[in-house]
């Protein structure tokens, strides 16, 4: 098992900027990667980003390319979204999961986190 924490969402004007974190535990060793989804009110779950824990190498949505930098520090098991020039249109909860690499299909992820909010006004 896996657990996974999320933390840093709040509210935030546009234009403005959040990290996220997402702490990791349990059997951390079976994980590859780690990706950020969100999920807009009424909308699917969508990906964001994805980096994997070994040398670093990331993706990201078209969406975010630019605004969002994902990076992790291994010694903590925690993952980080940098998010910049945030826009109303990026308010979702936003989730961590472990998966096998950067892949951005949510079916590729086994353990997710309990999401954190991000709000941002206009």
């Known amino acids: 098992q896996v657990q996974l924490v999320e933390s840093g969402g709040g509210l935030v004007q546009a234009g403005g900027s959040l990290r996220l974190s997402c702490a990791a535990s349990g059997r951390t060793f079976r994980t590859n990667a780690m990706g950020w989804f969100r999920q807009a009110p009424g909308k699917e779950r969508v990906f964001v980003a994805a980096?994997?824990?070994?040398?670093?190498?990331?993706r990201y949505a078209d969406s975010v390319k630019g605004r969002f930098t994902i990076s992790r520090q291994n010694a903590k098991n925690t993952v980080y979204l940098e998010m910049n020039s945030l826009k109303p249109e990026d308010t979702a909860v936003y989730y961590c999961?472990?998966?096998?690499?950067?892949?951005?299909?949510?079916?590729?992820?086994?353990?997710w986190g309990q999401g954190t909010q991000v709000t941002v006004s206009s």
């Open positions: 980096i994997t824990w070994s040398d670093g190498s990331t």
């Open positions: 999961a472990t998966g096998p690499r950067t892949t951005s299909w949510e079916e590729d992820y086994d353990y």
